[in-house]
């Protein structure tokens, strides 16, 4: 069987399955297996394939088809030009999330000095490792209330050679916890950024299978609404930051007017709503009371 043969195998096997994007899943689960990669491929594509790459693909096909994601079968995800550990234990970054990150970058950089910034719900550490690589930050603290998230969050420092620049703290929320036992609740910030679960409750067993079924829970359940934890942060943040503070968090793409309301009614100042580039609402910001 020739590479090309077996790849159009594959992607229809995947699109029987239910995958939009098979073509692209096809091309990564190829090169897992041991064969080219997308730019090498169209040099190869008549030759004969391997054995052992065949076996390799036939499984990993299998197991992307029973809606396995991707970035779990090659245990990896990107997000902004970095490569991420992801498994059951965090939730996969998703493009979406670059919206927060460069809207904090563009909060640090109104700072005269170096500000100091906490993360919560760190996950697999993404935003917190993407900020400390490409802003100045006196300091970065990352908090997630899941041991295993926090584990796979100082791997992900480490693979990207930031390990030194975050503190990692587990814990919910506020009252999470550093290695020295110092809590959180005892220390200030100059910005608090978050992406927070904010799915519905019941809107979760219609997601697609990959996040529903492979996503942790903790990470996607944000209550009934969806607003649990954002009636949370307008109530508990204010005390966490320095004077002039701001919070910058993640909302689903139609929470943005309630996540405001709320916000208002807390007494935070300047709450305002940033769309991605699908114009979606995306990013939540507002000062300090």
Known sequence: MTFDALRKEG???????????????AAALMEAAGGPDITHFPLVRDEEVPEGVVFMFDAYIGVRANRIPLQHILGEAWFRGLSFTVDEDVLIPR??????VEAVLREAAKY??????????TGS???????????????VTASDISHEAIQIARENAAK?????????????????RTKSDKSLSRRSYDIICANPPYIPTAEIETLEPEVRDHDPLIA????????DFYR?????????????????????CEQGAAVQEI???????????????????????????
Not at 11 to 25: N, P, S, V
Not at 220 to 227: F, K, V
Not at 264 to 274: M, R, S, T, Y
């Open 11 to 25: 992607i229809k096997r995947l699109q029987a399955a239910g995958i939009e994007d098979a073509h692209i899943d």
């Open 95 to 100: 493009q979406d999330t670059e919206t927060l």
């Open 112 to 121: 005269p000095g170096a500000p100091s910034l906490l993360e919560l719900c």
């Open 125 to 139: 550490g993404a935003i917190a490792v993407s900020l400390a690589r490409e802003g100045n930050f006196a300091s």
């Open 160 to 176: 990207n050679g930031v390990e030194e620049r975050i503190l990692f703290a587990e814990g919910d929320l506020f009252r999470a």
């Open 220 to 227: 996607l359940d944000g209550g009934t609404d969806g607003l």
């Open 232 to 252: 949370r942060l307008a109530k508990e943040s204010a005390a966490h930051l320095n004077a002039g503070g701001k919070i910058l968090l993640e909302i689903g």
């Open 263 to 289: 916000f208002a009614q807390a007494g935070w100042k300047d709450g305002l709503v940033e769309q991605d580039l699908a114009g979606k609402d995306r990013v939540f910001s507002a000062a300090k009371p």
